[in-house]
């Protein structure tokens, strides 16, 4: 599904963030990426999505080089990215209204798929319905809370019918409980579309819970691929089972082994 | 964050919005200011006993009468530029503000210029723009643009240059490209701006105006206040046709408040 083949990318005058770096993803993997601030999580979940393009080497997705946005690739940012000036049912139409606007164009919308105002509808409200706030749908974004605007943004999203979903920090600005069932019902979502999942996260909870793969990325310049496998169904009870505090603890120590490199003095972004 | 605090516009119990008991409390509040006002000028017309000092009651029954004669063809003329100022103002100014808020370059390039012209005061221009554009219409609606231009240029300008990037991100990701961002993001999030600057400039326009009507037209509520009092001397007149462009400008800014409440809902969130 994903394949990063020897990427090189630095931002102007900083030293590289990958150099020559390759992962591959599988179709149907759900992936975390872990590391400190500055490591470059960010970095290369834009490069997936098509918003950065890498200096050298290639993206590829679903077979296709990637030189801008692809139409089935959902994006999903720590802050919810919502227009203040829509309300949520307009927020949630909106990837549908710009497929509209376009038309199958190949290039901003899938060759295969027409959408008109009756099929926006019905798939807004299907997807206010899943996410639970069909009741917020006259509602402004700053009249509900930061794990209902998440939901929103989730709906809006998964409307578009991606078949990748790139996820940066999605739950960081929640509370733990809203945090904790947003995970869970994500990841049904997700599980249901048979969704490729690649989420970004600081904290080693969420990557260990959420990912049955782990990336793990350090300081820039990152060039070798260093993974931990997870494999696990994520619902509640995995929380308190000993194989999620194996993969806490085992993140934890691999994130440690690369503190004191960076504590000798090398630049941390 | 704040938590949900206004109800919808439509309310299915059918109690009263309490928006709408703040918009009754405060048209009230303005109905008894515009009252005392009028008592202190009835007050003082009373006292003096001269005749450049006519009573409301005179005034406002030779407005009444005048406005079917001549008085209601200058107010209409007078109106006719404001509207078509403000058309025009809009037109021109949205659009480039909305460029130059999305490209820093071309905003470096030209913001001196805007910086050295925004602050000088339109209405020393007035006998050139004359001198140039001769009787009739154009200038006057000319130099009221030119007030309008600046004010919506630089606030639209700004609104563009302050949307969040999340939400430019995350929209590019719906599949956006440069056309929809512009359709679903710069010109939405610009209305507000257009609508604050054209309130801000209206009563400067109206002053303006009529200083530009004092000129080379025969038509127009400056020209009537003029000949009206240091011609004919009928001040009667005089004050119905200040009283008339009084109520233009205070009803062009209860209008242009009035879109701004319904199409800046989501700002009270």
Request: aromatic fraction near 8%.
């Amino acid at each position: 599904m994903i394949e990063l083949i020897d990427v090189s990318f630095a931002y102007p005058q900083q030293p590289p963030v990958f150099d020559s770096f390759s992962w591959d993803v599988e179709a149907g993997e759900i992936w975390s990426v872990l590391g400190p601030s500055g490591c470059g999580k960010s970095t290369l979940l834009l490069l997936l999505a098509g918003l950065l393009r890498p200096q050298s080497g290639q993206v590829v997705i679903a077979g296709e080089r990637i030189v801008r946005p692809r139409p089935r690739t959902g994006l999903i940012l720590q802050e919810y990215g919502l227009m203040p000036w829509a309300t949520v049912y307009d927020n949630v139409a909106l990837g549908l209204r710009i497929r509209r606007f376009y038309g199958p164009d190949g290039r901003h919308v899938p060759q295969d798929e027409h959408i008109d105002q009756a099929e926006t509808r019905a798939r807004v409200d299907r997807w206010l319905a899943r996410l639970d706030i069909a009741e917020l749908a006259s509602k402004y974004p700053g009249q509900i809370s930061g794990g209902q605007r998440q939901r929103a943004a989730i709906a809006r999203t998964l409307a578009l019918q991606p078949d990748l979903l790139l996820m940066d920090e999605p739950f960081s600005s929640l509370d733990a409980p809203t945090r904790e069932s947003l995970q869970v019902l994500t990841l049904k979502l997700c599980a249901e579309a048979g969704l490729t999942v690649v989420l970004v996260t600081h904290n080693i909870e969420e990557a260990a819970f959420v990912g049955q793969k782990v990336l793990l990325l350090h300081a820039p310049p990152n060039r070798q691929t260093r993974m931990i496998d997870n494999p696990h169904t994520a619902n509640e009870s995995y929380r308190s089972s000993g194989a999620y505090q194996q993969t806490c603890a085992l993140l934890r120590q691999r994130i440690d082994e690369d503190t004191p490199r960076q504590s000798r003095g090398e630049t941390v972004l | 964050m704040t938590q949900s605090v206004n109800q919808p516009a439509e309310r299915a119990d059918g109690t009263a919005d309490p928006r709408d008991e703040t918009a009754r409390s405060r048209g009230l509040s303005l109905l008894l200011a515009a009252l005392i006002l009028l008592l202190v000028w009835e007050f003082v017309a009373l006292t003096v006993q001269i005749p450049i000092l006519p009573t409301p009651w005179a005034a406002l029954s030779t407005l009444v009468r005048e406005l079917g004669r001549d008085l209601g063809r200058h107010f209409l003329a007078s109106l006719l530029r404001v509207v078509a100022s403000i058309t025009l103002a809009v037109a021109l100014a949205t659009p480039a503000g909305l460029v130059l808020g999305q490209s820093q370059r071309l905003n470096r390039l030209l913001s001196p210029f805007i910086y050295l012209l925004y602050p000088i005061p339109k209405v020393v221009l007035v006998p050139i723009v004359l001198l140039f554009l001769g009787v009739g219409n154009a200038p006057k609606i000319v130099i009221v643009t030119m007030i309008l231009f600046f004010q919506i240029l630089v606030l639209v300008r700004d609104s563009a240059a302050n949307i969040q990037p999340e939400i430019l991100t995350s929209v590019r990701s719906l599949g956006a490209g440069r056309r929809a961002l512009f359709r679903f993001v710069y010109l939405p999030a610009s209305v507000p701006a257009v609508l604050t600057a054209v309130r801000q400039s209206i009563g400067t326009a109206v002053a303006v105006l009529y200083i530009a009507e004092l000129f080379a037209t025969q038509y127009g509520l400056g020209y009537y206040i003029y000949i009206q009092g240091s011609t004919l001397f009928d001040y009667p007149k005089m004050y119905a046709g200040v009283i008339a462009m009084s109520v233009l400008g205070l009803g062009l800014y209860f209008v242009v408040d009035a879109v701004e409440r319904r199409a800046c809902r989501w700002m009270e969130a």
